[in-house]
């Protein structure tokens, strides 16, 4: 099987057996991370297809010119092409409309039902709370509330000073 690196920058694979880019030393590939190309026929990729179809359709265009929704899901579905047990998501509903929110978070409860363990850091608490099933909410860098998820979003304290909601009493 031939290696690739791959590039940060424009996201597409270049062989290392380039002659411009040379052969790279340890600390490159540590650096930039080498990477077997993709079978893109292969079980994995079908399974990301099947979990987000818009990128099977999408596949032969370059993922700059993706929606930031259908990028998202590029980012993810790359992820998971890597078989993790555990996903680390940094904001992935950061920048989307409203529509792809609710599109995304459906898949991330997806592919943790399927038995990937999810550790999402998200500024939008209730959708957060809503999809989770233990949430742990940060106040100037420190835990202020942790509980099981649907606790939080009855914790009248949680719901004033973090979702924005007046007291139910």
Request: charged content about 25%; some cysteine.
């Given at each position: 099987?031939?290696?690739?690196?791959?590039?940060?920058?424009?996201?597409?694979?270049?062989?290392?057996?380039?002659?411009?880019?040379?052969?790279?030393?340890?600390?490159?590939?540590?650096?930039?991370?080498?990477?077997?190309?993709?079978?893109?026929?292969?079980?994995?990729?079908?399974?990301?297809?099947?979990?987000f179809p818009v990128l099977k359709e999408r596949q032969?265009?370059?993922?700059?010119?993706?929606?930031?929704?259908?990028?998202?899901?590029?980012?993810?579905?790359?992820?998971?092409?890597?078989?993790?047990?555990?996903?680390?998501?940094?904001?992935?509903?950061?920048?989307l409309s409203p529509n792809y929110v609710d599109i995304?978070?459906?898949?991330?409860?997806?592919?943790?039902?399927?038995?990937?363990?999810?550790?999402?850091?998200?500024?939008?608490?209730?959708?957060?709370?809503?999809?989770?099933?233990?949430?742990?909410?940060?106040?100037?860098?420190?835990?202020?509330?942790?509980?099981?998820?649907?606790?939080?979003?009855?914790?009248?304290?949680?719901?004033?000073?973090?979702?924005?909601?007046?007291?139910?009493?």
């Open positions: 099987m031939q290696e690739y690196l791959q590039t940060v920058g424009d996201g597409g694979w270049h062989s290392k057996a380039d002659p411009e880019a040379g052969e790279p030393g340890t600390g490159e590939i540590q650096r930039t991370g080498v990477f077997s190309k993709p079978d893109l026929s292969g079980p994995r990729v079908c399974q990301v297809f099947s979990l032969k265009q370059r993922a700059g010119t993706l929606s930031s929704g259908e990028q998202q899901m590029l980012a993810i579905g790359r992820a998971l092409m890597l078989e993790p047990e555990l996903l680390l998501l940094d904001e992935p509903s950061l920048g995304l978070f459906e898949k991330i409860k997806e592919i943790n039902r399927d038995g990937t363990a999810i550790l999402l850091v998200e500024q939008n608490a209730r959708m957060a709370l809503e999809y989770a099933d233990r949430g742990y909410v940060f106040e100037i860098g420190k835990i202020a509330f942790q509980d099981e998820a649907k606790n939080l979003l009855e914790n009248d304290e949680v719901r004033k000073s973090f979702l924005g909601e007046r007291s139910l009493i």
